[in-house]
C-alpha cells in the first residue's frame, strides 16, 4: 500500500493510531522497528537535532532533505510538521509537489505566521492567522496535491494563542470547510480539559489528532474514549538521545577512557543493521564483478585417515605435520595466499587437535560412520555464495585455486589429465569422463562433466582432484540438495562427494571441467607427507 493511503486509512480508522516523532533517517529507523505504524517529522527535533530553534531557521528546502532521508529510510509514512507551509498559499503548493516527490505521505500546517516559533515558547503571545488566509492555504495545498491520498492536516492554535475554545471551533470548522483531511487540535495545559471540550462539540466532523506533550499525565484511553483519531509523541526520541549522549559525553570525558560507556551504547553491529548493511552485502553479490567479491572455502577435515597409522593416532590427517607445519596449515595458507579469506573447516575425528586460528569450524560429530556429504551438509550455511570445497588431505597449488575463483561458471571441478601417473601407482582414484578428453581443442571449448563413474578405461578423461567451486547461483543448489538428503540420512550418510556431484550432472547441471596436469597432492600415505614436505 502507498504510504498516502497508509496514512489516510490511520488517520480516518475508528482505532486510535499513534505517531512517533523522528527527527533523522536514523530515528525513523527506529521509530518504525519499534513497531510504530507512522511517524511524525517534528519540527521542533529536526531544528534541534540541526542545532538550531524552532523559528523556521532550518529553510524548508534542509527540512526536506531531512525528510527525505527519513522516507528513505523507513517504510512506514511519514506526516511532516510544516509548520505554517512556510509563506503564502504559492509556497504551500509548492511544498506539498515536493513532499509528494519525497515520499512524504501528508503534511501538517499551522494557522501562525511565519516565521513561527515553537507552540510551547511564549505560546501565547504568537499572532495566528486570519481564518481567511490559512483557509486559502489549505485550499491551495489540497488542489496541488496530485496523489488524492496525501493528507494535509489543519492545526488549529487557538488553545496556545489564548484565544479560548469558540474560536478554536470556529477555527476547525472553517479548515474542515477548506478541505483539510484532519484537525490538529493543540493544548499547552498540564491537563486534557481543551482538548475534551472540544472533542465533544467537534463531535466527529473530521478526524482529530492531538499532541499530549504537556499533558502527558492523561492515561490514553481517555484520548480514545474521548474519539481522537491520532495521538502523536511528538519529540521524545530526539529528547531521549539529549539524555543518552550527555551521558556518555560526559563518562567518556571524566575517565579518558570507553570502558564505561561501552556496554551501555548500541553495538556497532546495531549501528550496521539500522544502516541496511546486510541488503548492500547481498548487492555486492549479485553486481559487483569477480574481483570484488569474496570467495570462501570449505575444506572437509573430518576423517581420521587411518592409511597414516601412528600419525593419526591422536589428531586427524589434516593435522599431520608436513614440513614443520599441519597439512590444514599449508591447505589454508594456500586459500590465503590466492584471496580466499573466508574459511571453513569441518572437524571430526580429534577434533579438539584442529585448533588453527581465523577458520570458522563447523563440526560433524558422526564422522566414524558417515562420510564427505554428511561432512559438508554440517556446514550448509556455509554454502553460501561463491564457495570452494576441498578435501583436508588435498594440497593444491595457488594457481589452481586463482582459477577457480576466477570462474563464473555455477559448478566447476579441477581434473587432472595426467592421471595415467596416478594410475599406475594403483592408489584410490576419483576418475571422471568427461565431454571430451583433454586437447588443444578442450583448451577453447568448454568442457563439461559426464560421470563420475567411467564404464571402461577407455572412458577415463582423467583424475578429478577433490576441489569444487559453487557460483552463489551454484551453491544455492548445492545447499537446497544437502537440506533435502538432510529427510534421507540413510542415503546421506554413505554419500561421498563424487556422489554429490554426479547427483547434480543428473539433475542437469552443466559441472564445468578446468584440465591441468599435476600440481596437487592427495596425501593419502607416509610417502605423500613426505612429498608434501617438498611441495
Ligand atoms: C513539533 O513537534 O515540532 C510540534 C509539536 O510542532 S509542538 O512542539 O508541540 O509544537
Ligand atoms: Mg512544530
Same mark, same amino acid.
Given at each position: 500500500?502507498?504510504?498516502?493511503?497508509?496514512?489516510?486509512?490511520?488517520?480516518?480508522?475508528?482505532?486510535?493510531?499513534?505517531?512517533?516523532?523522528? $527527527?533523522?533517517?536514523?530515528?525513523? %529507523? +527506529?521509530?518504525?522497528?519499534?513497531?510504530?505504524?507512522?511517524?511524525?517529522?517534528?519540527?521542533?527535533?529536526?531544528?534541534?537535532?540541526?542545532g538550531?530553534?524552532?523559528?523556521n531557521?532550518?529553510?524548508?528546502?534542509?527540512?526536506?532533505?531531512?525528510? &527525505?532521508?527519513?522516507a528513505?529510510?523507513?517504510? +512506514?509514512?511519514?506526516?511532516?510538521?510544516?509548520?505554517?507551509?512556510?509563506?503564502?498559499?504559492?509556497?504551500?503548493?509548492?511544498?506539498?509537489?515536493?513532499?509528494?516527490?519525497?515520499?512524504?505521505?501528508?503534511?501538517?500546517?499551522?494557522?501562525?505566521i511565519?516565521p @513561527?516559533?515553537?507552540?510551547?515558547i511564549? /505560546?501565547?503571545?504568537?499572532?495566528?492567522?486570519t481564518?481567511e488566509?490559512?483557509?486559502?492555504?489549505?485550499?491551495?495545498g489540497?488542489?496541488?496535491?496530485?496523489?488524492s491520498?496525501?493528507?494535509i492536516v489543519a492545526?488549529?492554535?487557538?488553545?496556545?494563542?489564548g484565544?479560548?475554545f469558540?474560536?478554536?471551533?470556529?477555527?476547525?470548522?472553517?479548515?474542515?470547510?477548506?478541505?483539510?483531511?484532519?484537525?490538529?487540535? $493543540?493544548?499547552?495545559?498540564?491537563?486534557?480539559t481543551?482538548?475534551?471540550?472540544?472533542? @465533544?462539540?467537534?463531535a466527529?466532523?473530521?478526524?482529530?489528532?492531538?499532541?499530549?506533550?504537556?499533558?502527558?499525565?492523561?492515561?490514553?484511553?481517555?484520548? !480514545?474514549?474521548?474519539?481522537?483519531?491520532?495521538?502523536?509523541w511528538?519529540?521524545?526520541?530526539?529528547?531521549?538521545?539529549i539524555?543518552?549522549m550527555?551521558?556518555?559525553?560526559a563518562?567518556?570525558?571524566?575517565?579518558?577512557?570507553?570502558l564505561?560507556? &561501552?556496554?551501555?551504547v548500541?553495538t556497532?553491529?546495531?549501528?550496521?543493521h539500522?544502516?541496511?548493511e546486510?541488503?548492500?552485502?547481498?548487492a &555486492?553479490?549479485?553486481?559487483?564483478? %569477480?574481483?570484488?567479491?569474496?570467495?570462501?572455502?570449505?575444506?572437509?577435515?573430518?576423517?581420521q585417515?587411518?592409511?597414516?597409522?601412528e600419525?593419526?593416532?591422536?589428531r586427524?590427517k589434516?593435522? +599431520?605435520?608436513v614440513? /614443520? @607445519?599441519?597439512?590444514?596449515?599449508?591447505?589454508?595458507?594456500?586459500?590465503?595466499?590466492a584471496?580466499?579469506?573466508?574459511?571453513?573447516?569441518?572437524?571430526?575425528?580429534k577434533?579438539?587437535?584442529?585448533?588453527?586460528?581465523?577458520?570458522?569450524?563447523?563440526?560433524n560429530?558422526?564422522?566414524a560412520?558417515?562420510?564427505?556429504v554428511?561432512s559438508l551438509?554440517?556446514?550448509? &550455511?556455509?554454502?553460501?555464495?561463491?564457495?570452494?570445497?576441498?578435501y583436508?588431505d588435498?594440497?593444491?597449488?595457488?594457481?589452481?585455486v586463482?582459477?577457480?575463483?576466477?570462474?563464473?561458471?555455477d559448478?566447476?571441478?579441477? +581434473?587432472?589429465?595426467?592421471?595415467?601417473?596416478?594410475?599406475?601407482?594403483?592408489r584410490?582414484?576419483?576418475?571422471?569422463?568427461?565431454?571430451e578428453?583433454?586437447s588443444?581443442?578442450?583448451?577453447?571449448?568448454?568442457?563439461?562433466?559426464k560421470?563420475?563413474?567411467?564404464?571402461?578405461?577407455?572412458?577415463? $578423461?582423467?583424475?578429478?582432484?577433490?576441489?569444487?567451486?559453487?557460483?552463489?547461483?551454484?551453491?544455492?543448489?548445492?545447499?537446497? @540438495?544437502? !537440506? /533435502?538428503?538432510?529427510?534421507?540420512?540413510?542415503?546421506?550418510?554413505?554419500?561421498?562427494?563424487?556422489?554429490?556431484?554426479?547427483?547434480?550432472?543428473?539433475g542437469? $547441471?552443466?559441472?564445468?571441467?578446468?584440465?591441468?596436469?599435476?600440481?596437487w597432492?592427495d596425501?593419502?600415505?607416509?610417502?605423500?607427507?613426505l612429498?608434501?614436505?617438498q611441495?
Amino acid at each position: 500500500m502507498k504510504k498516502t493511503t497508509q496514512l489516510k486509512h490511520m488517520i480516518n480508522r475508528p482505532e486510535l493510531a499513534f505517531l512517533m516523532e523522528a $527527527h533523522n533517517g536514523l530515528s525513523a %529507523k +527506529v521509530a518504525e522497528e519499534a513497531g510504530f505504524e507512522g511517524i511524525w517529522g517534528s519540527g521542533l527535533s529536526i531544528s534541534a537535532a540541526l542545532g538550531v530553534r524552532d523559528h523556521n531557521e532550518a529553510s524548508w528546502t534542509q527540512v526536506l532533505e531531512v525528510a &527525505e532521508f527519513m522516507a528513505d529510510a523507513t517504510t +512506514v509514512p511519514i506526516l511532516l510538521d510544516g509548520d505554517t507551509g512556510y509563506g503564502d498559499f504559492n509556497s504551500m503548493r509548492r511544498l506539498i509537489r515536493k513532499l509528494e516527490q519525497r515520499g512524504v505521505a501528508g503534511v501538517c500546517i499551522e494557522d501562525k505566521i511565519f516565521p @513561527k516559533t515553537n507552540s510551547f515558547i511564549r /505560546g501565547s503571545a504568537q499572532p495566528l492567522a486570519t481564518i481567511e488566509e490559512f483557509s486559502g492555504k489549505i485550499k491551495a495545498g489540497k488542489d496541488a496535491q496530485s496523489d488524492s491520498d496525501f493528507v494535509i492536516v489543519a492545526r488549529v492554535e487557538a488553545f496556545i494563542a489564548g484565544w479560548g475554545f469558540e474560536e478554536a471551533m470556529k477555527r476547525a470548522e472553517a479548515y474542515r470547510l477548506a478541505g483539510a483531511d484532519a484537525i490538529l487540535m $493543540h493544548s499547552a495545559l498540564r491537563n486534557p480539559t481543551e482538548i475534551l471540550q472540544f472533542m @465533544k462539540a467537534w463531535a466527529g466532523r473530521l478526524p482529530v489528532v492531538i499532541v499530549p506533550t504537556k499533558y502527558y499525565q492523561t492515561p490514553t484511553d481517555v484520548f !480514545r474514549e474521548a474519539g481522537v483519531s491520532t495521538v502523536i509523541w511528538a519529540n521524545h526520541l530526539m529528547r531521549s538521545a539529549i539524555t543518552a549522549m550527555k551521558g556518555t559525553a560526559a563518562q567518556i570525558f571524566k575517565d579518558q577512557a570507553l570502558l564505561n560507556v &561501552e556496554d551501555k551504547v548500541a553495538t556497532l553491529q546495531e549501528v550496521f543493521h539500522l544502516q541496511g548493511e546486510s541488503e548492500l552485502e547481498e548487492a &555486492e553479490k549479485r553486481y559487483l564483478p %569477480k574481483h570484488g567479491r569474496q570467495t570462501r572455502a570449505i575444506v572437509l577435515a573430518a576423517s581420521q585417515g587411518e592409511a597414516l597409522g601412528e600419525l593419526t593416532a591422536d589428531r586427524p590427517k589434516a593435522m +599431520v605435520n608436513v614440513g /614443520g @607445519k599441519a597439512l590444514l596449515w599449508h591447505i589454508l595458507d594456500t586459500y590465503r595466499a590466492a584471496g580466499v579469506k573466508d574459511l571453513a573447516v569441518v572437524r571430526g575425528y580429534k577434533k579438539a587437535a584442529v585448533n588453527l586460528t581465523n577458520v570458522k569450524y563447523f563440526d560433524n560429530d558422526a564422522y566414524a560412520t558417515t562420510q564427505e556429504v554428511a561432512s559438508l551438509a554440517c556446514a550448509v &550455511e556455509a554454502v553460501e555464495g561463491d564457495v570452494i570445497v576441498s578435501y583436508g588431505d588435498v594440497l593444491l597449488k595457488k594457481y589452481i585455486v586463482q582459477e577457480l575463483v576466477e570462474t563464473d561458471d555455477d559448478f566447476v571441478v579441477m +581434473v587432472d589429465s595426467n592421471y595415467h601417473e596416478s594410475r599406475n601407482k594403483g592408489r584410490a582414484a576419483d576418475y571422471v569422463t568427461c565431454s571430451e578428453p583433454s586437447s588443444k581443442r578442450a583448451f577453447y571449448n568448454t568442457v563439461t562433466l559426464k560421470s563420475v563413474r567411467p564404464e571402461s578405461d577407455a572412458d577415463v $578423461h582423467g583424475e578429478w582432484m577433490g576441489v569444487v567451486k559453487f557460483s552463489q547461483r551454484g551453491a544455492k543448489v548445492v545447499a537446497d @540438495k544437502l !537440506r /533435502g538428503l538432510a529427510t534421507e540420512p540413510e542415503r546421506l550418510r554413505t554419500m561421498k562427494l563424487p556422489d554429490l556431484l554426479q547427483l547434480l550432472v543428473q539433475g542437469g $547441471h552443466a559441472v564445468r571441467v578446468i584440465y591441468t596436469s599435476g600440481h596437487w597432492l592427495d596425501v593419502d600415505s607416509v610417502d605423500d607427507v613426505l612429498v608434501g614436505a617438498q611441495f
